[in-house]
């Protein structure tokens, strides 16, 4: 069935609605002169060949109007059967493009989503060889301190936050400020695991700073903070 087709049917259907009016008079016309010759010959001015004639073409008008308006509702069928048949192909059309859009987003979100997880198993691989690391590199820092502190060489905690906070600690030789720097710089990357609830608020905000990775300008801000921290921690 085609656009053409239906409207082709809808024009025959009008073309035919439009001589009803035309039969439908016919009828009247000759059903008015039936009866006045009926009339006529009641009253002797008109012969019964007369009235039989009339009465055939009145027939014949009406049977012609009836055949007309049965032609008419088949006429009104077709079209409304083409116009559903359309109307299903139109929706047959709109479902077949929605499935099309169902399957295209089914497919991208699949792509996403297997994208998603080889990347979640990359990181998630990744931040068990950080864990691993940032243990290691907690337990060196916490040897280099007791050993420095073992030994004198100045490595208190008083100088750890001065020297992280940027401070003057007085006469020093380069061996030991080289010494200091490194125990320092080894133990500030391994203090996020100090803030633990026993080790109270002092930890805790700690933790939150050295969470931004220690940037150099917050460095003066959190030293005296550490200092305080590793000896909470020393002392349990």
């Known amino acids: 069935m085609s656009a053409e087709q239906l409207e082709q049917a809808r024009a025959d259907l009008v073309s035919l609605d439009t001589d009803t009016p035309t039969l439908e008079q016919n009828v009247t016309t000759q059903t008015a002169e039936l009866d006045r010759l009926r009339r006529e010959a009641r009253a002797g001015r008109a012969d019964f060949d007369q009235v039989v004639a009339q009465q055939?073409?009145?027939?014949?008008?009406?049977?012609?109007?009836?055949?007309?308006?049965?032609?008419?509702?088949?006429?009104r069928g077709l079209v409304e059967e083409l116009e559903g048949?359309?109307?299903?192909?139109?929706?047959?059309?709109?479902?077949?493009?929605?499935?099309?859009?169902?399957?295209?987003?089914?497919?991208?979100?699949?792509?996403?989503s297997e994208a998603l997880e080889g990347r979640l198993r990359v990181e998630l691989d990744r931040l068990r060889e950080l864990a691993v690391k940032h243990?290691?590199?907690?337990?060196?820092a916490y040897q280099i301190m007791r050993a420095a502190a073992a030994?004198?060489?100045?490595l208190d905690?008083?100088?750890?936050?001065?020297?992280?906070?940027?401070?003057?600690t007085?006469?020093?030789?380069?061996?030991?400020?080289?010494?200091q720097t490194q125990a320092i710089t080894r133990a500030l990357e391994s203090f996020a695991e100090l803030a633990a609830p026993d080790n109270g608020g002092e930890l805790l905000a700690l933790a939150r700073l050295m969470a931004h990775r220690a940037a150099p300008r917050l460095l003066p801000?959190?030293?005296?903070?550490?200092?305080?921290?590793?000896?909470?921690h020393s002392a349990r």
Do not use: C, F, I, Y
Request: glycine letters at 10%.
């Open 85 to 112: 048949a359309a109307a299903e192909s139109a929706a047959v059309e709109e479902l077949r493009a929605a499935w099309a859009a169902v399957n295209k987003s089914a497919q991208e979100w699949g792509r996403v």
């Open 56 to 75: 055939t073409r009145r027939d014949a008008a009406a049977g012609m109007l009836q055949q007309h308006l049965e032609d008419v509702a088949a006429q």
């Open 157 to 168: 905690l008083q100088t750890v936050g001065d020297r992280l906070g940027q401070r003057p």
């Open 221 to 232: 801000e959190g030293l005296p903070l550490l200092a305080r921290a590793w000896e909470t």
């Open 170 to 179: 007085g006469p020093m030789d380069g061996a030991t400020r080289d010494a």
């Open 151 to 154: 030994q004198g060489s100045g």
């Open 135 to 140: 243990r290691e590199a907690q337990a060196t």
